[in-house]
């Protein structure tokens, strides 16, 4: 049963990830697919350790199984909000379908296009892929930075990259949102974008963080 062993996997990754413990009765219970007999052969195999307290935990083969899974569905959530601007439920199954089917040839692909994105539309991290340590060679990706965009150029907002709450409050109350036009007017000595009728100027690490893809005007 590989794709519910992927699933007990990325539950446990995110889990790393929350610094939060499992127990062996709270994976059976969050993945209602998963049994006792399915922890047993993953323990067997030396994706996972069960302690004496019922406390389950990655071992590294688990750990680097599940770093690729939670890699293809959240690249796959990428896709089908940036791309296909799929959200909501029909973007958390689609994710999940492709996380299964997606060869990592074909998820490096897909971050090149996105210009390999550091997190999905959740805010949760997506694991970096080699890919990403060669940026800048290749293919030119389908979501750039606004900062990249060539002047006179429109493009659609499709994720903002900042953990600064404040700054994304202040883009917020601007319009400065996911699915919003704008137009890229100058570079220098700030970058000034059109938003609707509105002129906004902002710096460049700002630019940096506001992912556009570029359309044609409407």
Known sequence: MPEITDEVLELLYSKEEEQAGI??????????QSSADLLASMTASGLIAIDGSGRVTLLKAGHERARMVVRLHRLAERLLNDVLDLGGNANEAGACHFEHCLSMEVADSI???????????????????????????????????????????????????????????????????????????????????????????????????IFVREIEKE
């Open 111 to 209: 971050c090149t296009l996105l210009s390999h994105p550091t997190t999905c539309p959740h805010g949760k991290a997506i694991p970096p892929g080699k890919c990403c340590q060669q940026a800048g060679r290749g293919v030119r990706p389908l979501v750039v930075p606004l900062a990249d965009l060539n002047c006179g150029a429109w493009g659609r907002i499709r994720y903002i990259a900042t953990q600064h709450h404040q700054r994304l409050d202040r883009l917020a109350s601007m319009g400065v949102l996911p699915g919003a036009k704008v137009r890229l007017h100058q570079r220098q000595p700030s970058y000034v974008m059109q938003l609707g009728e509105t002129m906004l100027a902002i710096d460049k690490a700002i630019a940096r963080d």
């Open 23 to 32: 127990t062996e009765r709270d994976v059976l219970a969050q993945e209602p």
